[in-house]
């Protein structure tokens, strides 16, 4: 069936049933994860201790099409696939040429694009014989989709909410308890990590780094119980590809090929999941840009050095090659939570790195100016995450009209903001802060 490109809603029936895995297609190999002690690169044992085996395969794959177990499939046949809307009137609202499509990925059960890994990482560690899995949680979304995809497939599940956020979003830590999650404001006092950083600082408001130094530990320390990343690593951008592939096959359906992708970039795995399957048209020479939006407060890709680093605060992960602002860093309480990472995902930063990708930066009152116009147009409230995206679509689209260009942009609509209304109630009242990042 052949839709007309200005067809708002460009529905699909059929899911995509292979993820789609970038690494034999990359114009630069990674650089190789390494261990700390003796810098050299990790195998596969080194990660056994906090993840299945089928995860670590996925992690290092060289196969083009990993299929999606029929048991994933059946849980993300719930949600997806994902609209993939024409966003007509925020267009006229705009007078632009361009027409800006957003796929929208807050129609899942936790609200954003999350589950798409957390069903596939819980239905892994299930079949591994794993009981209970530790993990962390910036806003409070990726502790959310964990808690639900443990709860399809019957595991437990610990989450150790980074504080600021634990304090200003209850209503996503209400949201893991229905999908019958524990969890705890980090740093806690449940782990080693935790207590080292309260020790020095009583007041610390946490960071998602901090947060995987105490889910690593709890998984490290305790028998059958794993740790599950909820972005970064490749198994994660390698699960959120199923994004990308729908909305290729989508934007088939209009005849039409993208001109711009954009998405916001916390660890980057909405972001990847949306390029990827576009790289090798990219690679080809069709001319498509991708841009990946970070906060002006915690700008990895446009302020950070490409180095090895670790993932966590404490020190306690391999190091991985990525753009960062040193893992020590503890970003500002900005509402976006998610995008609240010292680092970037290896194949994003690899992307950077190679100009493929151009990283820009956003602060938060253009942000949630941008949002509120896209909600006051199109009705859907981003979350501050996604808001990101949404004001460079912003830009574009008024670059197209001042160029007279009817380019084709897709937006990354990762989530929703229904748990995130605190955050535009401060902007309405003034009293959000654009913080610029200050290098220690
Ligand atoms: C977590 C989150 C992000 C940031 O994470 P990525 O891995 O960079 O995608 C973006 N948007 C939403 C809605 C999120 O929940």
């Known amino acids: 069936m052949a839709l007309k490109s200005d067809t708002i809603l460009l529905p699909i029936q059929e899911m995509p049933t292979s993820w789609y895995n970038v690494l034999p297609d990359l114009p630069t190999p990674l650089d190789p994860p390494l261990n700390p002690g003796t810098r050299q690169p990790i195998g596969p044992e080194a990660l056994s201790a906090i993840f299945p085996m089928a995860l670590i395969e996925q992690e290092v794959s060289t196969e083009r099409w990993i299929a999606i177990p029929p048991e994933v499939l059946e849980v993300y046949s719930t949600w997806r696939p994902t609209p993939l809307i024409r966003a007509t009137r925020w267009e006229k609202a705009l007078e632009t040429p361009a ?55 019957g595991l437990a599940c610990t989450v150790y909410m980074v504080k600021i956020s634990y304090e200003q979003k209850p209503y996503r830590r209400s949201l893991m308890h229905v999908w019958g999650a524990e969890v705890y404001p980090s740093p806690s006092d449940r782990t080693n990590a935790g207590r080292a950083i309260l020790a020095k600082d009583p007041e610390c408001l946490g960071s998602l780094g901090i947060a995987i130094s105490e889910a690593v530990e709890d998984a490290a320390t305790n028998d059958g119980v794993n740790y599950s990343l909820g972005s970064v690593l490749n198994h994660v951008l390698l699960h959120q590809t199923i994004v990308g592939q729908e909305v290729e096959k989508q934007l088939k359906m209009a005849g039409l090929e993208p001109n711009i992708i954009i998405g916001c970039c916390g660890g980057g795995s909405n972001f990847g999941g949306l390029i990827l399957p576009f790289l090798a048209d990219r690679l080809e020479g069709k ?154």
């Open 287 to 440: 001319p498509i840009r991708f841009l990946g939006v970070e906060p002006t407060a915690c700008p990895s890709m446009t302020r950070g050095k490409f180095e090895y680093d670790f993932g966590d605060t404490i020190g306690m992960t391999p190091l991985l090659k990525m753009y960062t602002l040193g893992h020590a860093f503890v970003p500002p309480g900005i509402h976006a939570g998610g995008l609240r990472y010292h680092g970037m995902a290896p194949i994003i930063s690899r992307l950077v790195a190679d100009k493929i990708v151009e990283p820009m930066a956003c602060c938060q009152n253009d942000v949630f100016a941008a949002s509120v116009e896209f909600a006051r147009t199109e009705g859907i409230t981003p979350a501050p995450e996604s808001g990101h995206a949404v004001k460079v679509a912003r830009d574009e689209a008024l670059r197209c009209k001042r160029e007279k260009k009817a380019e084709t942009i897709v937006v990354g609509l990762s989530g929703h903001g229904f748990f995130d209304m605190g955050a535009y109630d401060a902007f309405f009242a003034g009293k959000l802060e654009d913080i610029e990042y200050q290098p220690s």
């Open 99 to 153: 027409r800006i499509f957003y796929k929208y990925e807050g129609t899942s059960p936790a609200g954003s694009h999350k589950p798409n890994t957390a069903v596939a990482q819980a239905y892994y560690n299930k079949k591994a014989g794993i009981k209970r899995l530790a993990t962390e949680t910036g806003a409070g979304q990726w502790g959310s989709a964990l808690s639900f995809g443990c709860c399809k497939f």
